[in-house]
């Protein structure tokens, strides 16, 4: 690939909804999910090998998870992994690494993509990937489309205006997590697509962006411009994220530019995002349940059994749920419950910290 890009890795996320399997001190990111023999994180980096040379990697991830970067991907030195000192969604995390990358390397092009996405068909997303450094190099701040199959409010929906002899669409409008009565319209309209999570730009146009969209966000990483990659950038980035607010790059940039343009792809994706997105992935029986246990299921329909070692589990008559133990919690709720994890977190906290 021409002018080979950095791959920028998100990695700080919990994992919620992946809870209890997925903890705070070891999330979703850091764990086999897949019975691959590699982490989401690790398949996220092999993916994405052939693409950038090992040194144009760079991994940003919170702070009490520096240890489990370091120790699934050796491969990388110290500099390439920056570290959050608290949370505040994706447009400071990639404020920060973006500003850093551009101090390094004023003409930087970056592919910004989650640590716990799942690619099938890769020679398919690598090709997509071609056209959207093409695409940056003039300039365009380039997102991967999902064609959709249902209506769902956990992404981003991007309506695109279409135009002959062209792979490299502009966005008309991107709505980020809608209700799930204007989900079902975008759904059945047929000229909306999900938003991959997936971006390509140009370090200087997303800079450009951040000034015009988020100028109090540009103002604060612009200050450490002198200090990135010196012994004071970690005083610097501490204080710089006690002074953004907590916002999607979706809603700061990607709703209000209008230089957004999408790429289509079709190659096989999925946020792994959820125990049922997960169910959808999995080899079923004949009763379309997922079974990763010693189990024995009667009347059971359409369920997720996961539990590990020897157990033997016994369940009768559920459909359409999740049982999951891991170490000291055993979880048994509606498959697609996911908008009950974040209750079920907060009050497994109340019980105690080892409980999350």
Same mark, same amino acid.
């Given at each position: 690939?021409?002018?080979?890009?950095?791959?920028?890795?998100?990695?700080?996320?919990?994992?919620?909804?992946?809870?209890?399997?997925?903890?705070?001190?070891?999330?979703?990111?850091?764990?086999?999910?897949?019975?691959?023999?590699r982490?989401l994180?690790?398949?996220?980096?092999?993916?994405?090998?052939?693409?950038?040379?090992?040194?144009q990697?760079?991994?940003?991830?919170?702070?009490?998870? +520096?240890?489990?970067?370091?120790?699934?991907l050796?491969?990388?030195?110290?500099?390439?992994?920056l570290?959050?000192?608290?949370?505040?969604?994706?447009?400071?995390?990639?404020?920060?690494?973006?500003?850093?990358?551009?101090?390094?390397?004023?003409?930087?092009?970056?592919?910004?993509?989650?640590?716990?996405?799942?690619?099938?068909?890769?020679?398919?997303?690598?090709?997509?990937?071609?056209?959207?450094?093409?695409?940056?190099?003039?300039?365009?701040?380039?997102?991967?489309?999902?064609?959709?199959?249902?209506?769902?409010?956990?992404?981003?929906?991007?309506?695109?205006?279409?135009k002959?002899?062209?792979?490299?669409?502009?966005?008309?409008?991107?709505?980020?997590?809608?209700?799930?009565?204007?989900?079902?319209?975008?759904?059945?309209?047929?000229?909306?697509?999900?938003?991959?999570? +997936?971006f390509?730009w140009?370090?200087?146009?997303?800079?450009?962006?951040?000034?015009?969209?988020?100028?109090?966000?540009?103002?604060?990483?612009?200050?450490?411009?002198?200090?990135?990659?010196?012994?004071?950038?970690?005083?610097?980035?501490?204080?710089a994220?006690?002074?953004?607010?907590? +916002?999607?790059?979706?809603?700061?940039?990607?709703?209000?530019?209008?230089?957004i343009?999408?790429?289509?792809?079709?190659?096989?994706?999925?946020?792994?995002?959820?125990?049922?997105?997960?169910?959808?992935?999995?080899?079923?029986?004949?009763?379309?349940?997922?079974?990763?246990?010693?189990?024995?299921?009667?009347?059971?329909?359409?369920?997720?059994?996961?539990?590990?070692?020897?157990?033997?589990?016994v369940?009768?008559?559920?459909?359409?749920?999740?049982?999951?133990?891991?170490?000291?919690?055993?979880?048994?709720?509606?498959?697609?419950?996911?908008?009950?994890?974040?209750?079920?977190?907060?009050?497994?906290?109340?019980?105690?910290?080892?409980?999350?």
């Open positions: 690939m021409r002018n080979k890009p950095y791959i920028l890795i998100m990695a700080g996320g919990i994992g919620t909804r992946f809870w209890p399997y997925s903890r705070r001190k070891r999330p979703k990111q850091f764990l086999d999910v897949l019975g691959t023999g982490t994180l690790q398949m996220t980096f092999d993916r994405f090998a052939d693409i950038a040379e090992p040194d990697f760079v991994i940003i991830t919170y702070k009490k998870y +520096i240890t489990l970067v370091k120790e699934q050796p491969e990388l030195k110290d500099h390439q992994i570290t959050e000192p608290m949370r505040k969604n994706t447009a400071p995390c990639i404020a920060y690494a973006t500003y850093r990358i551009h101090s390094m390397d004023p003409n930087a092009t970056i592919i910004v993509t989650p640590a716990d996405h799942l690619i099938l068909q890769e020679k398919k997303f690598t090709s997509a990937l071609k056209k959207a450094v093409e695409a940056a190099d003039e300039g365009k701040l380039i997102t991967l489309g999902i064609t959709p199959n249902r209506p769902e409010i956990g992404y981003g929906y991007i309506q695109y205006i279409e002959p002899n062209t792979e490299v669409f502009r966005v008309k409008t991107f709505t980020e997590k809608p209700n799930a009565k204007l989900a079902k319209t975008f759904l059945d309209s047929g000229d909306f697509v999900w938003n991959s999570g +997936i390509v140009k370090s200087k146009s997303l800079i450009s962006a951040f000034e015009k969209h988020m100028p109090d966000i540009a103002e604060v990483f612009e200050e450490g411009m002198n200090i990135y990659g010196k012994d004071g950038e970690a005083v610097f980035v501490s204080s994220y006690t002074q953004v607010k907590n +916002i999607s790059i979706d809603y700061g940039i990607m709703e209000k530019s209008n230089q343009y999408v790429i289509l792809g079709d190659f096989g994706w999925s946020d792994l995002g959820s125990w049922n997105s997960l169910y959808e992935l999995r080899k079923k029986d004949e009763d379309d349940n997922v079974v990763e246990a010693n189990a024995l299921l009667y009347d059971t329909k359409n369920s997720y059994i996961k539990v590990d070692g020897d157990k033997l589990v369940v009768q008559g559920l459909e359409n749920y999740i049982v999951n133990e891991t170490d000291n919690v055993l979880l048994i709720c509606k498959l697609d419950a996911e908008k009950k994890f974040r209750e079920f977190v907060t009050n497994a906290r109340k019980k105690g910290e080892d409980y999350i």
